[in-house]
């Protein structure tokens, strides 16, 4: 018979999906990343809608991943290394609610990692600023439109995948050296 592996999602924004899906794709546990919105009144978001900050959404990535092999507060240990949570509604150039940095929770037990963590870096003044990051409970994800999908894998070379996404999941391959996928 074969073994199933249990599952748990987590829904994260911190600012354009393209850097955080090209990160935490990368991490050995890490079963599905895909980008969407999440946190808006829209009932048919679309990436268009989102960027004039009309529909309310954040871009997110759900992440789907096996917690046997990687746990949620090591996710958020990522989340944080990987984007500045101490600006609102900002991340680099990128301005406005849609890049606002938010955990959108799925269980109580992820509530409580998230603003643990929160606190406990806060106290550890590591930013120099109090974190903004949204802890909220999920709701209605959204997948993105497909060109969106892998963005950074199909476009290395695209401007903003060089000066901005590249960066990123670089960071992540560093600091997290031993947790990236074999191959």
Known sequence: MAETTITQKTTLAGGCFWCLEAAFEQLDGVISVLPGYMGGHDPQPSYEAVCRGDSGHAEVVQIEFDPA???FETLLTAFFTIHDP???NRQGHDAGTQYRSAIFFHDAGQQAVAEAMIARLNGEGIWGAPIVTEVTPASTFFVAEEYHHQYFRRNPHQGYCVAVVAPKALKLRQ?????????
């Open 86 to 88: 101490t600006t609102l």
């Open 175 to 183: 600091v997290f050296a031993g947790r990236i996928k074999a191959g």
């Open 69 to 71: 092999k990687i746990d």
